[in-house]
């Protein structure tokens, strides 16, 4: 497609606010002429580059001056737009067309600057270590994420994979969660201890180095295995360097530190795990394609690791093959289901979510799921963005209780999880046939071979897929209600992508759980209603 550029030299009062700005013409652009006054200053005119549309390159706004090398980095991957020395008025009125914010410790991140960003700003990077000139309570509120850049050396590196050694060794996470959630679980959480444990060094540079030197401070017996590394360095700082086989075998911690190539990739594999000692725990701050990731689930899986702490993974972020990928999207469509089908909506206030799964409760961290579901009641009744940072605190906010409750099933705890509940007590609901026999809007959804199904509305059994829309009709179960329901869709050019009946008895009440890839007009869905035996039905958007 063809575009055109113009390039603008926008004046200012203050020299130094002098840029040069280039609007291209294609439709992914916008652009904005905003006049604003500042106290003693006169009026300034700022011409404001946005980009719209799914394929656009995120806006980021330099607000303090960088290093080349960093600017040209960030523009491999954004639109960067370099405005420095901004009033707190000129930043409030350019936030709002910006997806992320660097700044150094001269601009001051204020609530207002969040407020005015109308929840476009994802993150605020502050280019230094303090984040003291960054409102983070207002950051929160926000679904903002802050971020600063201490030195990224060597023993930075080394620290942070001392850091998830010793978090990883005493559950600090999962007792985290644990008294967030309202429990005092003090001698659950108890770990084991990293004195007189064996660590193997794996790569053993300046990082693993500085690892191993910090590890012995701990107490710990100190291994490492790195083809090119000097037996001498190893020697003068009480290390051993031993065999990869030797090191695996006989480590109870592993912690990888070795560079990504056709050599190192995938080296910790289904062959490797089964040569470890069983509960063996491995940190891995080095790079994510070291490990097969798949062999690692299977291993936690088994019970040869007992655990993984991983600052890198194959693909960042995840790909949509991830295993939890699937149960993120469910959980998010559940909720989104289940205040549709409340009367008014606004009135939610109690909500319990149950999860199934043959895993033990300490393996199902269920923090991401939890705000997900959040996310899919709160956002379709509100102006508000919720995603994991704010998810608790926008509920407790709007007075919704969300409560959690696990059932620990039989089998093999291959999947994270076998389904998930969300049932929403004290409301009316539009659909009367959601309404469980203890008096709750219930709906139920599993993952079926990557792809969330709604299979429980109300006491009735469903399956069809989360995808698109879905009308779901209480009807007579009696023939050709299908080619009825479907017959109407299809005169008005709607595709039906599934369809499932899930009824009480032959010939009793059913209900009927259409997916369509487009939302029927509002004439087609009375049609649908008009039909004799039809006795409620709703239309509820994904």
Request: glycine share 8%; aromatic share 4%; with cysteine.
């Amino acid at each position: 497609m063809a575009t055109s550029t113009t390039s603008l030299n926008v004046p200012s009062l203050n020299p130094k606010l002098s840029s040069s700005l280039s609007i291209s013409s294609t439709p992914q652009f916008s652009v904005s002429s905003l006049n604003f006054r500042t106290h003693g200053r006169g009026t300034r005119r700022f011409i404001v580059l946005a980009t719209a549309g799914l394929d656009a390159k995120p806006t980021v706004l330099v607000a303090e001056k960088l290093g080349a090398a960093g600017l040209d980095l960030l523009k491999e991957f954004a639109n960067v737009d370099c405005s420095y020395n901004l009033s707190p008025e000129e930043l409030n009125t350019k936030i709002s067309l910006c997806d992320a914010l660097i700044v150094r410790s001269g601009t001051k991140v204020s609530r207002e600057v969040f407020e005015s960003s109308g929840g476009r700003l994802k993150v605020v990077g502050r280019a230094g270590v303090g984040i003291d000139n960054v409102d983070l309570a207002a950051a929160t509120e926000h679904g903002c994420l802050v971020v600063n850049a201490p030195t990224a050396n060597t023993v930075a590196a080394a620290e942070h994979g001392i850091a998830l050694l010793a978090a990883m060794a005493r559950n600090v996470a999962q007792a985290d969660a644990s008294v967030k959630a309202g429990k005092w679980l003090r001698n659950k959480y108890v770990g084991v201890s990293l004195v007189g444990k064996t660590l193997a060094v794996m790569g053993f540079g300046k990082v693993g180095t500085e690892v191993a030197r910090r590890a012995k401070g701990l107490g710990m017996h100190v291994i490492a295995h790195d083809p090119y590394a000097p037996a001498d360095r190893a020697r003068a700082i009480g290390v051993e360097l031993v065999t990869f086989d030797e090191a695996i075998a006989t480590a109870d911690f592993i912690s990888l530190h070795m560079p990504l190539t056709p050599t190192t990739s995938k080296m910790l594999n289904d062959e490797t795990f089964g040569k470890m000692k069983k509960g063996v725990r491995i940190v891995n701050v080095a790079r994510g394609g070291v490990i097969d990731e798949e062999a690692l689930v299977r291993a936690l899986d088994s019970g040869i690791v007992a655990q993984a702490a991983l600052d890198v993974f194959r693909k960042e972020p995840p790909s949509p093959e991830s295993k939890l990928k699937p149960y993120v999207i469910l959980a998010e469509k559940l909720g989104r289901l289940a205040v549709q089908l409340v009367t008014g909506g606004s009135g939610v206030k109690s909500v319990k979510v149950t999860y199934a799964s043959a895993r033990a409760p300490d393996d199902l961290d269920t923090r991401v799921l939890r705000a997900m579901i959040t996310k899919g009641i709160i956002e379709p009744i509100s102006s508000v963005f919720v995603n994991l940072v704010n998810a608790d605190f926008t509920a407790k906010q709007r007075g919704v209780r969300i409560t959690e409750e696990r059932i620990v099933l039989d089998g093999s705890p291959e999947a994270p999880l076998e389904s998930i509940q969300v049932q929403i007590a004290n409301v009316e609901s539009k659909f009367a046939s959601a309404i469980s026999d203890t008096g709750e809007i219930r709906v139920e959804g599993r993952v079926k071979d990557g792809v969330p199904h709604l299979t429980r509305v109300g006491s009735f059994e469903v399956d069809v897929s989360l995808e698109g829309s879905i009308i779901l009709c209480r009807q007579v179960d009696q023939p050709g209600m299908i080619g009825k329901v479907g017959s109407i869709l299809g005169q008005e050019n709607v595709n039906v992508s599934f369809m499932s009946v899930g009824r009480i008895a032959p010939r009793k009440q059913a209900v009927m759980a259409i997916g369509v890839d487009d939302q029927p007009s509002k004439q087609s869905l009375q049609r649908i209603g008009e039909i004799p035996a039809i006795e409620e039905f709703v239309f509820l958007k994904l």
